[in-house]
């Protein structure tokens, strides 16, 4: 049996608009540092299971993911835990498709009632299948409506989701568990927050491994800015913390440096450990 410890990937880093911003012409979006492109907001953990099949596991499904999948290869998607239904996280979710398509099964997809009622509405040619003109080549998904505070398993992984607050609208993040010699875990994955409730502090205690939002310095209603977000962070005090979802505000090598000790800007393709 394989024991190749999981592998945790930031598909995706930037905020809604990407980065470079479509006719922008800062630095940042002129910057030929690859660490200053980001597309929209995702995640893969890779891990090996019980029975040693080696599993994928995707955080959200952003617009862009049939680009960062060809990027990396990925040829396969075990499971999809979904934080929220901004287009931004899961207008990518018709690509997961081919996933179907080579493994021949059908992928369970986690979300809250709030993510699923916007997902009937947006997909229903994938989640009413039955009502389509013509049998036509759409994902197959198995949805499971979770709540917050719920613990699903994920080939053998503990996924909690708790509640992050983004503006007025409750999502989730999730908590991870994994075996306990993987430095990775427990990971904590937060994006697209401005504040963290007192009952979902104690999902994030004792987290190895933090991904937060950390969107820009200028004061924002649905997200942290940057000092919000470091602030945060150094209140879980994860052994290291990892922001995404930036605008062009952000350069990563003017910024980066700056970030405290444990902490440090996201980019595309950035793989742990
Ligand atoms: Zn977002
Ligand atoms: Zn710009
Ligand atoms: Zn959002």
């Known amino acids: 049996m394989s024991t190749a410890p999981a592998k945790f990937t930031l598909l995706g880093t930037g905020t809604s608009s990407g980065v470079p911003v479509i006719g922008c012409d800062c630095v940042t979006c002129r910057s030929d540092d690859p660490r200053d492109r980001r597309l929209r907001c995702g995640a893969l953990l890779e891990f090996t299971c019980g029975s040693g099949e080696r599993r994928a596991v995707l955080f959200d499904v952003p617009p862009d993911h049939r680009e960062q999948s060809l990027r990396i290869g990925l040829a396969r998607c075990d499971g999809i835990l979904l934080t929220h239904a901004h287009v931004d996280h899961v207008f990518g979710l018709d690509e997961v498709r081919r ?58 992984l503990r996924a909690t989701a ?18 306990s010699h993987d430095p990775l875990f427990p990971l904590a994955y937060c994006t697209d927050v401005n504040r963290i409730p007192e009952e979902s502090r104690p999902h994030l205690q004792g987290v190895r491994t933090l991904v937060l939002d950390m969107l820009r310095p200028r004061p924002h209603d649905t997200h942290f800015t940057c000092e919000q977000a470091i602030a945060a962070a150094r209140e879980i005090g994860a052994d290291r913390t990892v922001f995404v979802h930036m605008t062009h505000d952000i350069r990563h090598a003017e910024f980066d440096p700056r970030l405290p000790v444990g902490m440090r800007l996201g980019f595309d393709g950035l793989t742990l450990p």
Do not use: C
């Open 99 to 156: 996933y179907n398509a080579i493994m021949r099964r059908p992928i369970p997809v986690y979300g809250d009632e709030p993510t699923w009622e916007q997902l009937e509405r947006v997909y229903s040619h994938i989640l009413f299948r039955d009502r389509n003109v013509n049998a036509s080549f759409v994902a197959d998904l198995v949805p499971h409506r979770v709540r917050h505070g719920d613990t699903v398993d994920l080939h053998g």
């Open 162 to 179: 708790f509640t992050l607050w983004h503006g007025k609208l409750p999502i989730l993040g999730w908590r991870i568990e994994g075996p």
